[in-house]
């Protein structure tokens, strides 16, 4: 069953929602003004139609080598079973010259690449020729370590400084960091049937596609792809597929897969209902062994609730886009886990960060406390990122389940006023079981507006509230929800802070609250009708997805795209997600030594150096939403597995607003 928003055109849905807009007077007074800090919005006009059909595409694996691997190719004899078992000699110019590397045949003309040069036979009855021009005219460097030529009459001369490209009519052309290879100092070349180069390299192996459009190249390094780094020799099945690697670490396979967006999420939701659960909340794990996982353990994780929320939202808009009772099960698993981090304290309003047994738990320190019954521990000190998180899965889990089930809706309606009493009843801070302020726990107009040291969170904190309070009146009716909302629009400036929630430079940025802020976002977009608030928010949202969007990042995409679908980076966000690897286990993912990258002169705010652009995202180690994608080096041995939610949000998003179809 497709959700409605499917079957109208992206121009009947700009009406709708202009119209919705333009036949509500609101509530603001004439005299209330905005300050003059942000563009005015205005949605991008209508060029295409949505959804996006998202075909099948392929995915690069780490495989198994257990064929027959083309030993002429390599260089090596290799068994039925893919074990080495020697190297060949290689093969020598006439008269004792130099070792051949690799040779390649292009019409009568063959070309020999050796440790001295790149040697040129014009026909077989004349002696091999040494080319006389290096760097300009002909190869990189003097040492050629390897050859290829592909279909096209084109030759490919790897080196230890770039890839050279010699073209039929003869010229030559130098490929390097600058013109997009990843890594320059190659050791080994092969083309498939469809003139793609795979390149070996002394750090990893590059997959480039010279002709065709979209993204061509490729870095697979680490175990997630190979395994060892210095790869020796590259064979490609006759086939096209797979390639064969041989590394100082052994003999390995990358296979080339078929899949959809859909095959993954249905892979991740299965994986985490195999090993990504514990008492119900959604978390990463720790694996006993990466390569043949058999057993697994879940700790406790500050934010269990929030990345639990994430999972929430994630099934509740799989079941609004698909009616699969699978996804709705799935999502009361979760929520009942997240009342319990609200009922597990003992005090209405306060929530858990986590939740033990009482055995681990009184082994903990001090912020880890008793329950009432005694035979748990919870954790105090929650900040404003489980509340965030909360307030996403009460109003996704209300909008797709609960509101149809009367004992489903009373449950929820039960554990939203909890909170929001809780909230607007101190003061709108959060206040913990020793009757203090947790930590993050504040979005008090003193602390926002009057408090020099919560600057950066000024934007963030006001949209949070206001959207805490919008989800709890839409769930619940009761106006005291409304009138608290408005007034802090009225009194205290909430709204014109949310126009500047995304802090940029030179303020440190934080991802971290770009998260945050996109978990707000997205509920209180939904509701908000009244035509000037409304602007507000779209003001501030607009500004927020464009300092963010050269990160492509589909779950902050699909959210700015239910106020601006045309204006939404979509084709951006199909590639992230067609890019979040489907294993989901964290491999050492090395960049900082890469030619084609650039560090920025301005370190994170956590001191660590950065580059200048995010790598896609099968190349680096995505986790959450909350980590900074402009790291360059992610170590891992694979033994730690992220839960995958943060896949499924934007993709189950994304289907069920009508911006993607499979």
Not at 462 to 475: C, E, G, P, R, T
Request: net charge negative.
């Amino acid at each position: 069953m497709l959700h409605p928003l499917l079957a109208l055109s992206t121009l009947a849905l700009s009406l709708l929602n202009a119209a919705e807009g333009a036949n509500r007077e609101s509530w603001l007074p004439d005299g209330f003004r905005l300050p003059n800090i942000v563009h005015p919005f205005s949605p991008t006009p209508v060029t295409r139609t949505l959804p996006v059909a998202v075909a099948p595409f392929v995915e690069q694996v780490r495989g198994v080598c257990v064929d027959t691997i083309p030993a002429d190719a390599l260089g090596l004899n290799i068994d039925a079973q893919g074990q080495l078992t020697a190297v060949t000699e290689r093969q020598r110019l006439p008269k004792d010259g130099p070792a051949i590397n690799a040779s390649a045949r292009i019409g009568s003309v063959t070309f020999y690449a050796t440790d001295t040069g790149l040697f040129v036979q014009d026909a077989p009855s004349q002696p091999p020729k040494r080319h006389e021009s290096y760097g300009v005219d002909g190869p990189l460097a003097t040492r050629v370590t390897s050859l290829v030529a592909d279909s096209r009459g084109t030759l490919w001369v790897g080196t230890p400084v770039g890839l050279g490209q010699r073209l039929p009519d003869g010229t030559w052309h130098a490929i390097r960091g600058k013109d997009g290879l990843p890594f320059e100092d190659i050791t080994a070349l092969a083309v498939d049937t469809r003139d793609r180069l795979w390149i070996g390299t002394t750090q990893g192996a590059i997959f480039y596609k010279p002709y065709e459009t979209g993204r061509k190249w490729f870095y697979r390094t680490g175990k997630r792809y190979l395994p060892g780094n210095l790869v020796k020799a590259v064979a490609i099945h006759p086939s096209g597929t797979p390639a064969y690697f041989l590394t100082d670490a052994g003999l390995g396979r990358i296979d080339e897969v078929e899949t959809t967006l859909l095959k993954k999420a249905t892979a991740i939701e299965k994986r985490i209902n195999e090993r990504h659960r514990r008492l119900g909340l959604v978390s990463a794990c720790l694996l006993d062994n990466a390569d043949n996982p058999t057993a697994h353990t879940i700790g406790d994780n500050d934010n269990d609730g929030l990345w639990t929320a994430y999972h929430v939202a994630a099934m509740s808009l799989c079941y609004g886009a698909t009616k699969d009772d699978a996804a709705r099960a799935s999502a009361q698993t979760g929520m009942q886990a997240l009342y319990m981090l609200q009922d597990v304290s003992g005090i209405p309003g306060v929530v858990a960060r986590s939740v033990l047994p009482e055995a681990e738990g009184k082994l903990k320190g001090p912020q880890w406390r008793p329950t009432p019954d005694g035979t748990t521990y919870w954790k105090s000190d929650t900040s404003s990122d489980e509340i965030d998180g909360h307030y996403l899965a009460f109003y996704t889990y209300y909008e797709h389940v609960a509101q149809h089930d009367k004992a489903e809706r009373e449950v929820l309606e039960r554990h939203v006023r909890a909170l929001t009493d809780h909230l607007v009843d101190n003061g709108y801070q959060l206040i913990d079981w020793h009757g203090k302020r947790t930590r993050w726990g504040f979005w008090d107009p003193k602390s926002i507006n009057e408090s020099l040291f919560e600057y950066v969170e000024t934007g963030l904190n006001s949209l949070q509230m206001l959207s805490f309070l919008k989800v709890a009146h839409y769930i619940t009716g009761d106006k005291k929800y409304e009138a608290h909302y408005r007034k802090l629009i009225g009194d205290h400036n909430y709204l014109a802070n949310v126009l500047l929630t995304k802090k940029a430079f030179p303020d440190s940025v934080n991802h971290s609250d770009d998260q945050l802020a996109f978990v707000a976002w997205y509920p209180i977009l939904q509701i908000e009708k009244d035509p000037k608030v409304r602007r507000a928010l779209c003001m501030g949202v607009q500004r927020h997805i464009h300092i963010v969007q050269p990160e492509q990042p589909s779950f902050y995409t699909f959210v700015y795209a239910t106020v601006d679908p045309q204006g939404a980076d979509i084709d951006g966000a199909i590639e992230n997600l067609r890019q979040i690897p489907t294993d989901r286990r964290h491999w050492d993912m090395m960049n900082s030594h890469r030619a084609d990258v650039a560090f920025s002169p301005l370190a994170n705010r956590f001191g660590h150096r950065v580059l200048t652009r995010v790598l896609p995202a099968d190349e680096r180690a995505f986790d959450k939403w909350n980590s900074d994608p402009y790291i360059p080096d992610y170590p891992g041995n694979g033994c730690y597995e992220d839960d995958g939610a943060a896949y499924l949000l934007p993709y189950w998003m994304g289907r069920f607003h009508g911006f993607i179809a499979e």
